[in-house]
């Protein structure tokens, strides 16, 4: 299985709106709703973010929301905070788990 | 609250094994599955497979097998990850995460432990 595709690197201004898209094929995202992403920090433990294409957890601000339209799923997040800045990567389900490459999401 | 607390980095000499700890408080250990995940240096996540926190069955993904073994200890609530006969290219931050009770993602995760293979 090869890791799922997403951009390298994303950037927004504080309050606007970014979109991470997460690109796989009919086997893995076109295939299941089980789409969760994670946003990572260096020297924190990643944090689990949306599941199921587009269930928050508890606590995950509802700027944070996600999607899917065939092989692609994507996490959008609007009314950016300079605390989003982070790494994302979306996962997805093709019999065993498989993440994309992740996304460095710059706040500028 | 649930917390993954993971073992401190650890340098090692290829050739040499590691054991990685991941111990778990704040909910039932037994009753949800424990995955491990590897990230290399500038590196995205793979996953690198499961344990069954309940009979302690491991199951690894591929690229993951011979070398690589999960094991659990209840009595502790604690996951262990050891890494026999390690490898220049082992070098890498190993996370623990636990699968949500409706399973198909990581929902708690590890602060990560880095491990570097150098001679």
């Known amino acids: 299985q090869s890791a799922l595709t997403q951009p390298r690197s994303v950037s927004g201004s504080p309050g606007q709106s970014v979109t991470i898209s997460c690109t796989g094929t009919s086997s893995d995202v076109g295939a299941y709703d089980f789409i969760s992403w994670y946003q990572l920090r260096p020297g924190k433990a990643p944090k689990f973010m949306i599941y199921d294409v587009n269930r928050r957890p508890s606590g995950v601000p509802d700027r944070f929301s996600g999607s899917k339209s065939g092989n692609t799923a994507s996490l959008t997040i609007s009314g950016l905070q300079a605390e989003d800045e982070a790494d994302y990567y979306c996962c997805s389900y093709a019999g065993s788990p498989i993440f994309g490459g992740g996304t460095k999401l710059t706040v500028l | 609250q649930v917390q993954l607390v993971q073992s401190g980095s650890e340098l090692k000499e290829p050739g040499a094994s590691v054991t990685i700890s991941c111990k778990a408080s704040g909910y039932a250990f037994n009753n949800y599955p424990m995955n491990w995940v590897r990230q290399a240096p500038g590196q995205g996540l793979e996953w690198m497979g499961w344990?069954?926190?309940?009979?302690?069955?491991?199951t690894l993904a591929q690229g993951f097998t011979g070398r690589f073994v999960f094991s659990v200890d209840t009595s502790v609530s604690t996951a262990y990850l050891h890494i026999n006969s390690l490898k220049a290219d082992d070098t890498a931050l190993y996370y623990c995460?636990?699968?949500?009770?409706?399973?198909?993602?990581?929902?708690?995760w590890g602060q990560g432990t880095l491990v570097t293979v150098s001679s």
């Open positions: 995460a636990r699968e949500g009770e409706l399973l198909h993602y990581f929902d708690y």
């Open positions: 344990i069954n926190t309940n009979t302690g069955n491991p």
